[in-house]
């Protein structure tokens, strides 16, 4: 059998094996019938099983030969094609460890459960912000028509590769080589958005981008986690609500949102004031508390550290506005040494008990509201249940 052979023959059993786990929406089997993947992904990296750090390894056709890299391609697996924002030399790809992905071909299920959540018809046109490998672009320029389709990269290199694949793929969208979150510079607005890239908040230029009644599917995420796939309604050119969708997935945080590499001035040993808390850092961890928590805190980072006693302390840090919370296990409970002008713990606590109160509904029970200057995530309703705000992107 020829190489397009298997290719064909493992992309509909690939269908079919989606569909018969139910993550193959209906509208969208056509597409994932007819988009040749491969063309996408000519290599790539995927992780190893080990426990450990996480290692990264190598596929491509000459690593593993045509069927086994045709079969991962063809599976629904993210497929990684760059870290750290540098280009991989692919003339002698090696493992890669200690590196943060920076580019990739999303795990297909998530992609057509988002293009679901677009629901489009055959007139809707759309902008795409994250074009990466080009192929969820290559999904909508099969199911929409290619001329319906703008999609807007920031990375030159990624750009380039994907604008290569999809003429492979026999479509020709319009490719917008930039810094999404400023828009993709159309003289009409989208029926529809997706981004699939994380932001922090929705950039003010993907609202006035989308029509009125269209829909914008994006992911939001802060700097301690992924808040998850929110689906929102553009009302009209002064505001957008919704709802989220989903609680994951955790997308790449768009290039000019990452977390500073600098976690600022740490706090002394004896900095700030301690009191009894009686929520530890495992509310940061847990799926639900750990959302409300982000929520929270929205410019907070955290990591893990022995003390001279050899005991470990979370710690939490907000730059933003200099305050810091140190958690320490204290006999059977635990202990916060919080300084600066906020008590970060404290927007924690406070948080949590709205949440409990309200009976500590699932992410899909929290709205969002965007405005031009101002986002907020809420429970029950937008103008009087508890609320958060978010960090508004900057240039949006
Ligand atoms: C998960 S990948 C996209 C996957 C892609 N849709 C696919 O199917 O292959 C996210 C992409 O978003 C891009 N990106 C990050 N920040 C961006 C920004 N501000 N504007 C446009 N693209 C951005 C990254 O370079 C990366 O290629």
């Known amino acids: 059998m020829t190489e397009p052979d298997l290719a064909t023959e493992l992309r509909h059993e690939f269908a079919e094996q989606l569909a018969a786990e139910g993550k193959l929406p209906a509208q969208w089997r056509d597409a994932v019938e007819a988009v040749p993947r491969h063309e996408c992904t000519p290599a790539f990296y995927v992780p190893n099983d080990a426990p450990g750090i996480t290692t990264y390894v190598p596929i491509t056709p000459k690593l593993v030969g045509d069927e086994a890299w045709l079969r991962r391609v063809y599976s629904d697996e993210t497929l990684i094609t760059q870290f750290d924002g540098r280009d991989i030399d692919w003339s002698d790809p090696q493992p890669i460890s200690g590196a943060s992905p920076t580019s990739s071909s999303t795990l297909p299920s998530l992609v057509v459960q988002m293009l679901d959540a677009l629901d489009g018809d055959d007139e809707s046109t759309v902008t795409e912000y994250g074009t990466g490998t080009g192929y969820s672009t290559a999904l909508m320029c099969h199911h929409f028509g290619p001329e319906k389709i703008t999609s807007v990269e920031t990375d030159s290199g990624v750009a380039d590769r994907a604008r290569a694949a999809l003429d492979r793929c026999g479509y020709a969208p319009r490719l917008i080589t930039g810094n999404g979150l400023a828009g993709a510079d159309r003289t009409e607005p989208a029926d529809r958005t997706i981004a699939t890239m994380g932001v922090r908040g929705i950039p003010w230029a993907w609202v006035r981008e989308t029509a009125p009644g269209g829909l914008v599917v994006a992911t939001l995420r802060g700097w301690l986690r992924s808040l998850g796939l929110v689906r929102l309604v553009v009302e009209d050119g002064q505001h957008a609500t919704g709802q989220f969708i989903a609680a994951e997935p955790g997308f790449m945080m768009a290039r000019q949102q990452e977390a500073p590499t600098n ?134």
């Open 263 to 396: 976690l600022g001035m740490l706090p002394a040993d004896d900095d700030g004031k301690t009191r009894e808390t009686a929520h530890g850092p495992g509310v940061l961890r847990m799926p639900d508390s750990g959302f409300v928590a982000q929520l929270a805190m929205p410019n907070a980072r955290t990591f893990d550290m022995a003390g001279d006693d050899g005991r470990m302390r979370t710690f939490v840090l907000d730059a933003a506005n200099e305050s810091f919370a140190v958690l320490s296990e204290d006999g059977d409970g635990w202990s916060v040494r919080e300084g600066g002008p906020v008590s970060l713990w404290g927007e924690v606590e406070q948080s949590l008990a709205l949440w409990y109160a309200a009976g500590a509904p699932a992410t899909t029970e929290f709205g969002v509201s965007v405005e031009p200057d101002r986002q907020l995530i809420w429970l029950e309703n937008a103008a009087e249940g508890p609320s958060w705000r978010l960090p508004i992107a900057p240039g949006s």
